[in-house]
């Protein structure tokens, strides 16, 4: 990080003394049965959304969580794996690790089905990892990626690519923003280790993960996050930050370029029974079909007075064209 001692402070002083509201998370915690998630942990969750989706833990994936916090979320990865081993943590702050560790052991008290054993806690940097290439299903991050700055964004993602499977999943929620941040705020070392200043615009954020290798990109969710406003921060006018959610997957990138689904629907309402592009994609008549961005801007290529493309909705939860 380039401004480790700000960032190292801020998560120290978060580890010693849990700062409920550090990071304002905006999906609820998962209430699944069984499932007993100490007070401590959810105080401790610095995150602005969610990582942990059913869909991307069957067969009980090795998943490499960055960035601990209290532990809310490798507990809850641990609940879909069981397995030793089988979740690894990693974080910067041994403050934060011993934090995690001692919720973790909490968590075992009160759940009958989880082991300590599950996780395995590691000091480490996200700009080196210390994992094996090829060796992780599922990495995550949660509210993490925007306190670097862009050289050391596209370390952290090279480094995720690297210990990534062919087909492994990288999933992500950060805070991002389409309005202009002012430089000597998005350069306030303490204002980006809040979370509050280093968010980039989605299309940037995306490319980024893109450039990287991700031919597959999952735009999940997204829901407002915070607003900056006059009153509180130096800014002319009120600046509004949202949060998404992503899975970018390492699928080899196709020829026409990566595929990019922003939560688009194409529906056929015509006469016959189906239509087929002619480039892979068979619609149903009046049977929504979810369509990545550039099949979306082909279909509406095609001037077509019985298919219909809907705008992005930017919630994708599976299936589609590719």
């Known amino acids: 990080m380039s401004t480790p001692s700000t960032v190292h402070d801020v998560y120290r002083e978060a580890a010693l003394q849990p700062q409920p509201g550090l990071c304002c998370t905006t999906s609820p915690v998962w209430e699944l049965p069984g499932l007993s998630i100490p007070k401590v942990m959810i105080e401790m969750n610095y995150g602005c959304g969610t990582t942990v989706h059913p869909r991307d833990l069957v067969?009980?994936?090795?998943?490499?969580?960055?960035?601990?916090?209290?532990?809310?979320?490798?507990?809850?990865?641990?609940?879909?794996?069981?397995?030793?081993?089988?979740?690894?943590?990693?974080?910067?702050?041994?403050?934060?690790?011993?934090?995690?560790?001692?919720n973790?052991?909490?968590?075992?008290?009160?759940?009958?089905?989880?082991?300590?054993?599950?996780?395995?806690?590691?000091?480490?940097?996200?700009?080196?990892?210390?994992?094996?290439?090829?060796?992780?299903?599922?990495?995550?991050?949660?509210?993490?990626?925007?306190?670097?700055?862009d050289d050391e964004l596209r370390q952290v993602l090279r480094e995720m690519h690297r210990v990534l499977r062919p087909g492994g999943r990288l999933v992500l929620s950060d805070p991002v923003c389409e309005h202009h941040v002012p430089e000597h705020m998005r350069q306030d070392a303490r204002l980006r280790a809040l979370c509050l200043t280093g968010a980039i615009p989605l299309a940037d954020y995306v490319t980024r993960l893109t450039d990287t290798g991700f031919g597959t990109i999952e735009v999940r969710a997204r829901r407002p996050y915070r607003v900056l406003s006059p009153q509180h921060f130096d800014v002319p006018r009120p600046i509004p930050v949202e949060s998404v959610e992503i899975c970018a997957i390492t699928d080899p990138v196709p020829a026409d370029g990566p595929c990019v689904f922003t939560g688009r629907t194409a529906i056929y309402y015509g006469s016959t029974p189906s239509f087929d592009d002619g480039r892979g994609h068979v619609?149903?008549?009046?049977?929504?079909?979810?369509?990545?961005?550039?099949?979306?801007?082909?279909?509406?290529?095609?001037?077509?007075?019985?298919?219909?493309?809907s705008e992005s909705t930017f919630f994708y939860d599976g299936g589609g064209c590719c």
């Open 59 to 102: 067969r009980s994936p090795q998943v490499l969580y960055v960035g601990v916090g209290g532990g809310m979320e490798v507990l809850q990865f641990a609940y879909f794996s069981r397995r030793p081993g089988r979740i690894i943590g990693i974080d910067a702050v041994d403050e934060m690790l011993a934090a995690c560790d001692r």
């Open 104 to 149: 973790l052991r909490e968590a075992a008290g009160v759940n009958d089905w989880f082991d300590r054993g599950f996780v395995d806690l590691r000091r480490g940097d996200a700009l080196s990892l210390p994992v094996e290439a090829g060796t992780v299903d599922v990495a995550a991050q949660n509210c993490l990626f925007n306190i670097f700055h």
């Open 283 to 309: 619609l149903a008549v009046n049977q929504p079909l979810a369509v990545c961005d550039k099949t979306a801007t082909a279909l509406l290529a095609l001037g077509r007075d019985d298919l219909f493309v």
